[in-house]
């Protein structure tokens, strides 16, 4: 039973310790906007890195390539030979090479242009070498294709 108004004594004081603590945030509650844009702009680069090669493994032809070697492998009769990891770097080898010229175009049509500061961040998200702003446009036969699939659907 003494130990009860001992244990209240210390459940009521021990609060003012815990809010006399304080976080420093390195100054950031007085930054201005360009502080707090710069975490975000981490968060999502960080973000971008880690779904990158899921990305680029479901975008490119990564995914027929491993199929059509594994199909091979098993139409010559091979169970484990080559190995899976030799399967792998050969598709990952094959899907480079067949998109290099994508990644090429995309690089001096996006990338290059903004870090030579020609372009604004927005419009890198919002061209493309195929969109209405840049001159191309698609031939009759791809709209007729696309007006009569739209209608069926």
Not at 16 to 27: C, E, K, V
């Amino acid at each position: 039973m003494k130990a009860l108004p001992l244990t209240l004594a210390l459940l009521v004081a021990a609060p003012a310790g815990a809010l006399a603590q304080q976080i420093d945030l390195g100054g950031i509650a007085q930054a201005d906007g360009t502080t707090v844009g710069y975490i975000i702009q981490m968060f999502g680069l960080l973000t971008v890195l880690s779904v990158a090669p899921g990305l680029l493994i479901m975008t490119t032809s990564f995914t027929r390539f491993i199929i059509a070697f594994s199909i091979l492998r098993a139409g010559i009769g091979l169970q484990t030979t080559p190995a899976n990891l030799i399967l792998i770097s050969l598709s990952l080898f094959m899907t480079f090479y067949v998109m290099a010229p994508s990644f090429d175009q995309a690089y001096s049509a996006g990338v290059k242009p903004l870090m030579d500061n020609q372009i604004s961040a927005r419009r890198t998200s919002t061209s493309s070498p195929t969109s209405p702003t840049s001159g191309a446009r698609p031939s009759p036969r791809n709209r007729s294709t696309c007006a009569s699939w739209c209608r069926r659907s």
